[in-house]
């Protein structure tokens, strides 16, 4: 069954963008996924993450969407930490310009999250 994760907080010192969990995954052999989708229920993106038995999620919530417009200004994916561990998020900045692009104007993803993410994400839907 997977597990979800949320993200609180991140630290961006210039080009380094990292993410921080509060709870250590148990499980040693995580990996980046490589993949994004939404969340519009709880107006968050998600990231996968997986190991041998299967995918996890980490939630990306509103109040972290400052740092993810930043991280899509950065050159570098950002970096998961949680405890000693920090992860790249491959793939993190082309899914989520691609998902901010996609939901920008379409309302199946609900006219909130919609609306939310056009606000948030306006500086990078506008470049």
């Known amino acids: 069954m997977p597990i979800t994760y949320n993200v609180h907080s991140g630290v961006q010192l210039e080009n380094d963008i990292r993410f ?3 709870v250590t995954p148990d499980k040693p052999s995580i ?3 490589g993949r994004m989708i939404t969340d519009s229920d709880s107006l968050s993106f998600v990231y996968l993450l997986e190991d041998e038995d ?3 999620y980490v939630k990306f919530g509103q109040d972290v969407w400052p740092l993810l417009v930043n991280t899509l200004k950065a050159e570098d994916d950002p970096t998961l930490q949680f ?3 920090e992860l790249t ?3 993190f900045k082309e899914e989520l310009e ?3 692009f996609n939901i920008e104007g379409n309302d ?3 006219v909130e999250f919609s609306k939310a ?3 948030a994400f306006e500086e990078i839907l506008k470049a």
């Open 54 to 56: 299967g995918y996890h």
């Open 108 to 110: 199946n993803y609900g």
């Open 98 to 100: 691609m998902l901010i």
């Open 89 to 91: 998020l491959k793939n």
């Open 117 to 119: 993410v056009e606000e």
């Open 20 to 22: 921080t969990l509060e």
């Open 31 to 33: 990996n980046a996924g």
């Open 83 to 85: 405890g000693n561990i």
